[in-house]
């Protein structure tokens, strides 16, 4: 079984600033790792992915993620925040051929 | 051109009534799922469906029953409303054998009086 933690509930940052999302995972077996955002009103998205190779993975919107497999994280990070960049963001983990497991979200909160 | 649609948006209804949300994906996926997203944003799988066939059953009461009628389709029905069931319920697909991605509907949000 899989389980994530998301370690902020809630982010709250001025924008132009530089901002993280933590994510931690455990794992029996190997995943592939996941951010989604989703903007208020609509459905989730995807905003990047890491399946193998360079653990430096870059997304969309300015975003990229680091996957470390000793410490079983994958920070989401953006040098320089937008006030569109307010939404909710989740990380979540699949096994191949198997279900997704989700954290529990952040809330993040660009303000002006 | 949506991806995965869902409808209706919205639902408001009183407790103890019927309703049904349907959902369409044009991506060409094996794999469609029902997500339940409460009041505090936490999302919880129900259903999954792989070609028609019911994979996934996560302790859902048995007043909800998914329906597929095609890989494309996977309708949700629910009987017997109860102010818990209130939130917003995404309909997704994947790709069976891929990396699990998933594709979301952009949410129908259910409100029981």
């Known amino acids: 079984a899989q389980s994530v933690t998301q370690l902020d509930s809630q982010v709250p940052v001025f924008e132009e600033a530089p901002v993280e999302l933590r994510c931690n995972y455990s794992?029996?077996?190997?995943?592939?790792l996941f951010w989604y955002v989703q903007y208020p009103n609509q459905g989730l998205q995807l905003l990047l992915k890491?399946?193998?190779?360079?653990?430096l993975v870059k997304g969309i919107n300015g975003f990229e993620a680091e996957f470390n497999k000793s410490q079983t994280s994958f920070h989401l990070r953006k040098p320089s925040v937008h006030i569109s960049d307010t939404a909710e963001y989740f990380c979540?983990?699949?096994?191949?051929?198997?279900?997704?497991?989700f954290g529990d979200g952040t809330t993040l909160t660009v303000k002006p | 051109d949506t991806a995965v649609s869902q409808t209706p948006k919205y639902l408001v209804t009183q407790m103890g009534n019927d309703k049904s949300i349907k959902c369409e994906q044009n991506?060409?996926?094996?794999?469609m799922y029902w997500y339940k997203q409460d009041s505090k944003k936490f999302l919880k799988i129900m259903f999954s469906?792989?070609?028609?066939?019911?994979?996934i059953n996560e302790t859902v009461p048995n007043r909800f029953s998914p329906k597929s009628p095609d890989k494309a389709h996977l309708n949700l029905h629910i009987n017997s409303l109860e102010l818990g069931d209130s939130a917003v319920y995404f309909c997704?697909?994947?790709?069976?054998?891929?990396?699990?991605?998933?594709?979301f509907g952009e949410g129908s949000r259910l409100t029981v009086l």
């Open positions: 997704a697909s994947s790709q069976l054998g891929g990396t699990g991605e998933l594709f």
């Open positions: 991506l060409g996926h094996d794999t």
């Open positions: 890491y399946l193998s190779g360079s653990t």
């Open positions: 794992s029996s077996v190997s995943v592939y």
């Open positions: 469906y792989n070609n028609k066939e019911l994979i």
């Open positions: 979540a983990v699949t096994p191949p051929g198997g279900k997704s497991t």
